[in-house]
């Protein structure tokens, strides 16, 4: 299978060109990236016949020689992408969150519909061997009395610099302009805040810019756990907006108290916890810039006596599981498990949350709290 990966910033440079290359089944074909120096350099160093600046110029030079590309652009460039990339039939894997705004959300779901390519959302850990095992035990408990998600990310930057050497490149001024506006107006239409106001600064759009991409991944694991949301209880956003807390009901009556933050401190926690009365199930993810470092499932039950078992299912790299489960879908060999509809709803969520916070009317009806 040829692929082109467009987008060759640190996702890319660190996980998907690497893990890509390693996959029997796939050829890297090209590299896109609005820095065409980086471009280069990583298509010189990792043997891709060819390098290009924008979405357009690849699908002009080799669209018919390609047959699925991995789009790992900023979210608010992603429809720019992967429309163009559907419309010519080109199986489409894009990182998470699938937009920043809900209408380029619904763009994407419908150009997927209207495609015969495969269409997939790169919520790695819902491919993560661990996972699946998590949901056995979930799937086990009679009663749920609590479900707990806490996401607190510590200075990623600090590791990237430590673990990985990467390559910079030089993007025109004028494309890093206009991205930095079309992304704070998506954030404003997000949040239901005027668009007009896009020149300036809005701390709650930059707040829900920022735990869109931080919490989207724990949105999504609870969603293939536990459904949709039906209500909103509360939400709350905080110490300058780096945290933010939500209490939610999922399908069933199931509460959920979901936190989202960012510190500076030095080690990573994200934990996925449901509470029942006589056993607790954690689902513990590792740092993801970490490689192979595996998620744990702790159970930990008892009345009367107790016992407390921890479960490495794999030591497998969920990215590298995900684009492996990606081609095995466009190949008719798997179904996709996180959809463009599935990753649209999860932007309408977060959208919601905020617009709860601000007093704003949401996006979609839920059940009334009271």
Request: with cysteine; aromatic share 8%; glycine share 4%.
């Amino acid at each position: 299978m040829r692929i082109a990966i467009v987008g060759c910033g640190t996702i890319a440079q660190v996980m998907h060109i690497p893990y890509a290359a390693e996959l029997p089944e796939l050829e890297v074909h090209a590299l896109v990236d609005p820095a065409v120096d980086r471009a280069r350099t990583l298509a010189a160093r990792n043997g891709v016949p060819h390098h290009f600046e924008s979405t357009d110029e690849l699908l002009t030079e080799v669209g018919t020689e390609l047959d699925a590309a991995i789009v790992l652009t900023p979210p608010q460039a992603h429809a720019d992408a992967v429309i163009p990339l559907l419309a010519n039939d080109v199986d489409v894997l894009v990182e998470k969150p699938l937009a920043i705004s809900p209408t380029d959300a619904d763009r994407m779901v419908e150009a997927a519909a209207e495609s015969d390519a495969t269409a997939m959302v790169a919520y790695m850990k819902r491919y993560d061997p661990a996972y699946e095992r998590a949901r056995e035990e979930i799937d086990a408990i009679d009663e749920i009395d609590l479900i707990t998600a806490y996401d607190v990310d510590p200075n990623h930057g600090r590791i990237l610099e430590e673990v990985y050497d990467t390559v910079g490149g030089e993007v025109p001024d004028s494309f890093v302009e206009a991205s930095t506006r079309k992304r704070r107006r998506d954030a404003l239409e997000a949040i239901g805040a005027p668009v007009d106001e896009a020149d300036g600064v809005d701390d709650l759009a930059a707040d829900y810019d920022w735990h869109l991409e931080h919490i989207c991944h724990d949105v999504n694991a609870l969603r293939g756990l536990f459904g949709d949301v039906e209500r909103i209880d509360h939400v709350d956003v905080f110490a300058d907006g780096r945290y933010a807390t939500a209490h939610l009901v999922y399908e069933g009556g199931h509460r959920c108290v979901l936190d989202s933050g960012l510190s500076n401190r030095n080690w990573f926690e994200e934990w996925i916890r449901v509470d029942a009365p006589d056993r607790a199930v954690t689902v513990e993810y590792s740092n993801p810039f970490i490689k192979n470092s595996p998620t744990e499932i702790t159970v930990k039950q008892g009345i009367e006596t107790l016992s407390e078992t921890t479960h490495t299912p794999s030591y497998d790299e969920s990215f590298k599981c995900e684009i492996r489960h990606f081609t095995r879908a466009a190949a008719g060999e798997a179904s996709v498990e996180t959809t463009f509809a599935e990753a649209r709803d999860d932007v309408y969520l977060i959208a919601d949350l905020f617009r709860v916070y601000d007093g704003v009317e949401p996006l979609r009806e839920y059940q009334s709290s009271h």
